[in-house]
C-alpha cells in the first residue's frame, strides 16, 4: 500500500488542477469570444508545456524508433487528444453556465459510470473487474450526490 502513496498524492493534485481548469478557461472563453478558441489556447499551451518537458527528458529517455511509431494504429494518434478537446470546449463552454461544482460532479459521475463499464467488459484494453454490487452502490452514492450538487 505505501507504494500507491505518491500516485494517490500526484492523482489528487491532478484533480484540484483540473477543477480549476473550467475557471480559467470559461474567463479566457469570454475574452476570446468562444469556447472553442479558449480550448485552442488551452491545448496550445499544453503542447508548448510538454514540448519543453520531453526536450528537457529527450537526453534520458530518448527517442521512439521509427517501427514503434509505424505500428501505432491510426486512432490513437487522434483520439486522445480529441476526447481532450471535448473536454476542454465543454468545460469552457459549460462550467460558467452551471457553475463548477455541478459541472465536476455531473463529469465524475457519468466517468465512473463509464470506467465502471469498461472494467467489467474490459473494453478498451482494460482489465476485466467486475462491477459488483459494492462498486455499483458506490457509482449510484455518486450520482446521488451528483444530482444532489446540481440541484443547488
Known amino acids: 500500500m505505501p507504494s500507491l502513496w505518491f500516485p494517490i498524492a500526484l492523482i ?3 484533480g484540484a488542477a483540473v477543477a480549476a481548469q473550467p475557471a480559467f478557461n470559461g474567463q479566457l472563453a469570454a475574452h476570446l469570444g468562444s469556447p472553442l478558441r479558449a480550448a485552442l489556447v488551452n491545448f ?9 518537458l520531453v526536450l528537457v527528458l529527450l537526453p534520458r529517455h530518448g527517442l521512439p524508433e521509427a517501427r514503434n511509431l509505424a505500428q501505432v494504429p491510426t486512432h ?20 460558467p453556465k452551471v457553475g463548477a461544482a455541478a459541472f465536476f460532479a455531473t463529469l465524475v459521475a457519468a466517468q465512473l459510470i463509464a470506467a465502471l463499464v469498461m472494467d467489467h467488459f474490459g473494453l478498451l484494453g482494460m482489465e ?3 462491477a459488483t454490487m459494492v462498486r455499483v ?7 446521488l450526490g451528483a444530482v444532489l450538487v446540481v440541484r443547488r
Open 12 to 14: 489528487a493534485l491532478a
Open 44 to 52: 496550445l499551451a499544453g503542447a508548448s508545456v510538454l514540448g519543453v
Open 76 to 95: 490513437l494518434w487522434l483520439v486522445g487528444g480529441s476526447l481532450g478537446a471535448l473536454f476542454v470546449a465543454t468545460a469552457a463552454w459549460a462550467a
Open 128 to 130: 476485466e473487474r467486475p
Open 137 to 143: 452502490l458506490g457509482a449510484a452514492l455518486l450520482v
